[in-house]
């Protein structure tokens, strides 16, 4: 090593592997950038523990740090008369690579580990185990932070033994000692065996990959075949359907017209008999004048002579054509196209239910179908009991989950669950994880206050927005429960609700009919609110629980 590479070391910090910046040197004697040592101590999980990061001497108190001068002076000295920093050596162990255990200076990064030394070596000390005869025979393998772990904690020998009886590596003092009688063989032989089986684990998993990467082939293909069939009966729905529409709008035409010209004949007919009375009116309106002035003639003789000409009446040849008319016109065509319509919503609703049963979930009728009758005793309501977990993925961090992921606790302490976009992250929430749809009915019990809701699985997660909480958006519907009172909430919109006071609460769904209600469950159901109104997609169950209380999804079944 020449004289410049000396200095380096001898002037360079051992934490960031540059010349010395603001030098300072520690109680120990070990110099270091200012900057580096108290960055190292300011990142300390465990605070007060203060250690000089190359010979780990500590100190009961963080020393006080002031930039040592001269050693400052030498550093810029060195500098000018043209020595430079260091390159980053990438020869030099890392914090995550395995070290030289021989290197007694800056310690190099390990190219290998020998089980029978325990130690871990770089390129330069390890040179001895490829020239010496015994160190040939060592076992080298890639450098492990383990090696240790080889070792027998209570012999402090090397285990070079396994017991097949208790199923762990051993020592030759162990053998003899607390396994003496056990099925005993070399590591080195059980190794050879334990391979043996893993390689027959591979060929068996590479087998089952080979098996699934063609039933994932055959399931898209099955997926193309699907979304073709799929297509295929849209365009002839829709062209068949059309075409029925065509008709229909062709029936409403013609009805149309058939009514308007029967009105057009009707009325016309009407009318000519109606100028006919009224021609009729005026000549008996003339005849009856006439008469009165014939009335009122003086003279007898007059009188006599006019009469026989003015008293003729002839009858009406009109009224009794009116009389014997019926009043209803067109009730017969609304008769009808009621019959035709009737019918035709029979054969669309026997022809849906058939559409359905192969799995289409299309609910697209003329008319709306009747909902069901809501059940009314509790027997009744466990008919369509169905049986809910809460989803790992969603609840809040201080939410303890337990029961089988039935129940969930508001804690002090913040549980160890992973990172998930599904997580609430502001308030004390969690969804199950199925999700319903048809006719359901679960039951909760609760702690304390809390709130029972069902919601869209696509409800805001994250942060303080009202979007995230059950009842304060148009995707949720809550029931807020303490012991005292109920509320309902839905869209920012609080509904006062009376009850009896009970610590179960039961929900009933009717996803096609729109139907969601809460029930008071005791020794009798009491519907304590009822909600009608359209979902457009799936629900989830969901649970906000208060301060130190707990809500259950009850097992009904």
């Known amino acids: 090593m020449d ?84 390159p980053a050596d990438h020869c030099y162990a890392g914090p995550e690579d395995v070290a030289c255990d021989v290197c007694t200076r800056r310690k190099l990064r390990a190219s290998k580990s020998c089980l029978q030394c325990l130690t871990s070596f770089c390129e330069k000390h390890l040179q001895p185990h490829f020239k010496a005869a015994p160190l040939k025979k060592h076992k080298l393998v890639e450098p492990s932070k383990k090696l240790q ?20 590596s051993i020592c030759s003092l162990c053998s003899v000692d607390e396994h003496k009688g056990h099925d005993t063989v070399s590591a080195s032989a059980e190794r050879t065996e334990r391979q043996r089986e893993l390689e027959g ?17 055959l399931l898209q293909q099955e997926v193309e075949v699907i979304n073709g069939s799929a297509d295929k009966a849209v365009e002839h729905s829709e ?28 009325v016309s007919r009407v009318k000519e008999l109606q100028e006919k009375l009224e021609q009729e009116i005026t000549e008996l309106k003339r005849k009856d004048a006439e008469l009165q ?21 002839s009858g009406s040849t009109h009224s009794c054509s009116i009389k014997t008319r019926p009043l209803r016109y067109f009730e017969d065509v609304t008769a009808a196209v009621s019959g035709v319509r009737d019918k035709l919503q029979d054969v669309l609703r026997e022809g849906w239910t058939n559409i359905s049963q192969t799995g289409t979930e299309v609910n697209v009728l003329l008319s709306q179908p009747r909902p069901e009758p809501e059940p009314k005793t509790r027997a009744e309501f466990l008919k369509y009991s169905r049986d809910i977990t809460l989803d790992t993925n969603t609840p809040h961090r201080h939410l303890l989950l337990s029961d089988g992921n039935r129940k969930a606790t508001l804690m002090r302490q913040l549980q160890s669950y992973s990172s998930h976009p599904d997580r609430f992250t502001i308030y004390p929430q969690v969804l199950s994880r199925e999700s319903l749809t048809g006719r359901c009915y679960w039951e909760v019990e609760r702690s304390g206050q809390a709130d029972v809701a069902v919601a869209h699985k696509n409800i805001s997660r994250a ?25 309902f909430w839905f869209n920012k919109v609080e509904t006062p609700v009376s009850g009896p006071q009970s610590s179960r609460v039961g929900v009933y769904l009717d996803h096609r009919a729109g139907i969601l209600s809460f029930y008071s469950v005791s ?13 457009t ?3 989830h169950a969901g649970l906000y629980v208060y301060y130190s209380g707990s809500a259950e999804l009850c097992r009904l079944k």
Not at 4 to 9: A, G, T
Not at 293 to 313: A, V, W
């Open 537 to 539: 997609q799936p629900l």
């Open 201 to 217: 684990t591979r060929l068996n998993i590479q087998q089952r990959i080979q098996d699934s990467e063609e039933d994932v082939k």
């Open 293 to 313: 002035k014939l009335s009122l003639t003086e003279d007898h003789n007059q009188f006599l002579q006019d009469y026989p000409s003015l008293s003729g009446l």
């Open 3 to 86: 004289q410049n590479q000396l200095d380096r070391e001898r002037f360079c910090c051992s934490i960031c592997l540059d010349l010395l910046k603001d030098p300072v040197t520690v109680p120990c004697g070990h110099s270091y950038c200012m900057k580096c040592v108290k960055t190292y101590w300011d990142k300390k999980k465990v605070k007060r523990d203060y250690s000089c990061p190359q010979c780990r001497q500590t100190f009961k108190l963080r020393p006080v740090l002031k930039k040592s001068t001269m050693l400052a002076d030498l550093v810029e000295e060195l500098k000018k008369t043209g020595l430079q920093a260091a």
């Open 463 to 487: 942060g303080s927005s009202l979007e995230c909480l059950f009842g304060r958006n148009d995707k949720s519907w809550s029931l807020d429960c303490n012991n005292i009172s109920y509320k």
């Open 149 to 168: 772990e080889n070792v027998c904690s209570r012999h402090d020998e090397v285990m070079k033994i396994f017991c097949r009886t208790d199923q762990q």
């Open 239 to 266: 062209k068949m359907l059309t075409e029925l529409i065509r008709l229909m709008e062709k029936r409403r035409s013609d009805v149309k017209q058939q009514v308007r010209s029967q009105q057009e004949t009707e």
């Open 523 to 535: 020794e009798t159901m009491t519907l304590l609110h009822r909600v009608q109104t359209t979902f």
